[in-house]
C-alpha cells in the first residue's frame, strides 16, 4: 500500500509540475545493442544536472513498451511492470541508475521513452 501512495504521489507531483520547462538532460543506454526474444538486458539511465541550476528536484519515469517487464528495479521504484520511476526531491547530482528488464516473447520494433519533470521548490509556492 505504500508503495502505491508513493506511485500516485508521483504522478500527482508530474501533474502539478508539467508548466515547468525541463533542464539537464537525461540519456539511456543498453549493454546489449541486439536483444533477442525474452532476454535479458541491463538499462542505464544517465542524468546530468547541468543545466538545471536553481531546480532543487526531479521525478524521472522510464516507460518501457508492452510486453517487456522490469526483472530488477536496482534502486527505483517499480509499481508497474513496465516503468520505473525515480524522485529525487533535494540537491540533485549527476548520477547513473541501472535496472534489469526482460524483452518480450516475440520480436518486433520498439520505441522507449524517458519522461522527466525538473523543478525547484520555490516555484511550488508561486502557483
Not at 502539478?16 to 539511456?28: E, I, N, Y
Not at 543498453?30 to 542505464?44: A, R, T, Y
Not at 536553481?54 to 517499480?78: A, C, Q, R, T
Amino acid at each position: 500500500m505504500k508503495g502505491v501512495k508513493l506511485f500516485v504521489l508521483c504522478l500527482f507531483f508530474v501533474v502539478v509540475f508539467s508548466c515547468l520547462v525541463c533542464a539537464g538532460s537525461v540519456t539511456r543506454s543498453f549493454d546489449s545493442s541486439n536483444v533477442g526474444i525474452n532476454q535479458e538486458v541491463e538499462v542505464s539511465i544517465n542524468v546530468d544536472v547541468e543545466g538545471s541550476e536553481g531546480d532543487s528536484f526531479y521525478i524521472m519515469y522510464d516507460v518501457l513498451p508492452s510486453g517487456w517487464i522490469v526483472v530488477d528495479k536496482g534502486v527505483g521504484h517499480n509499481e508497474l511492470p513496465h516503468v520505473v520511476s525515480w524522485a529525487v526531491i533535494q540537491n540533485p547530482v549527476d548520477v547513473v541508475y541501472t535496472y534489469t528488464a526482460m524483452s518480450p516473447a516475440c520480436q518486433e520494433v520498439m520505441s522507449l521513452e524517458v519522461i522527466i519533470q525538473w523543478g525547484a521548490l520555490a516555484q511550488l509556492f508561486e502557483q
